[in-house]
């Protein structure tokens, strides 16, 4: 399968503690974006990579959240000190070089107890 | 800023009839639009987009959208429903840099057989 793959699907958590996520884009595709999805709503944007660099944060990835692409290839996103709020849908996306659509992976689904 | 409204949470239709799902944005600029469909359990799948080209968009599995400027609309259609169409329907619209997509509050379709 070459499409975008997240790791893990689920996360069942303790609040307080320390979760990382991670999601492999689409081959060839220097474009990253992370998003969070709660239930009824539509995703919201978090932060966006060009290669390695972000680019751009949302306000709602607070200090606790920190996102990386090291080497321009997979990403991490790492929530620090979890909170039941963020019990959430956490999707990637990835976009080739040219063109605008972005390419969804399944998600990872977090619940903090 | 750029945004998009879905005016109806849920629709319900009958197998065989039309499906018409609204969606409105509001851009400073002339805007890329997309649809993307969300089925249970599964990831985000592109159905068709709209990047200042043809007005009227064909998609996948018979879908297609009209984009409309002087009503600010970007209505997706089919001509007759398919009880694999029931899902969660995004409006899409995305920002000039490319950057970040703004999702709607989504349309959850019904098909009823």
């Known amino acids: 399968d070459t499409g975008v793959s997240q790791d893990p699907r689920h996360k069942i958590t303790k609040r307080g503690q320390n979760v990382t996520f991670r999601c492999d884009p689409i081959s060839e595709h220097n474009r990253l974006y992370w998003y969070r999805q709660t239930l009824g709503q539509g995703p919201e944007f978090l932060t966006y990579?060009?290669?390695?660099?972000?680019?751009?944060k949302s306000r709602l990835l607070s200090d606790r959240f920190s996102a990386e692409r090291p080497k321009g290839s997979f990403s991490t996103l790492e929530i620090q000190r979890t909170e039941q709020g963020d019990s959430a849908m956490y999707l990637c996306?990835?976009?080739?070089?040219?063109?605008?659509?972005?390419?969804f992976g399944p998600g990872t689904r977090l619940t903090v107890l | 800023a750029q945004s998009v409204t879905q005016l109806d949470s849920h629709v319900s239709v009958s197998e065989g009839t039309p499906v018409l799902l609204r969606c409105n944005y509001s851009s400073s600029y002339s805007p890329s639009l997309f649809w993307y469909v969300q089925h249970p359990n599964k990831g985000l799948q592109l159905l068709l987009k709209y990047t200042s080209a043809a007005t009227l968009v064909k998609g996948i599995n018979g879908f297609e959208a009209e984009f409309k400027k002087s009503e600010t609309s970007f209505h997706l259609t089919k001509p007759s429903a398919h009880m694999s169409d029931a899902a969660e329907y995004f409006c899409?619209?995305?920002?000039?840099?490319?950057?970040?997509?703004?999702f709607g509050t989504g349309t959850s379709l019904t098909v009823i057989p």
């Open positions: 996306a990835s976009s080739p070089p040219r063109g605008w659509e972005q390419f």
């Open positions: 990579f060009q290669n390695e660099a972000q680019l751009e």
């Open positions: 899409v619209v995305i920002t000039n840099t490319g950057n970040q997509f703004y």
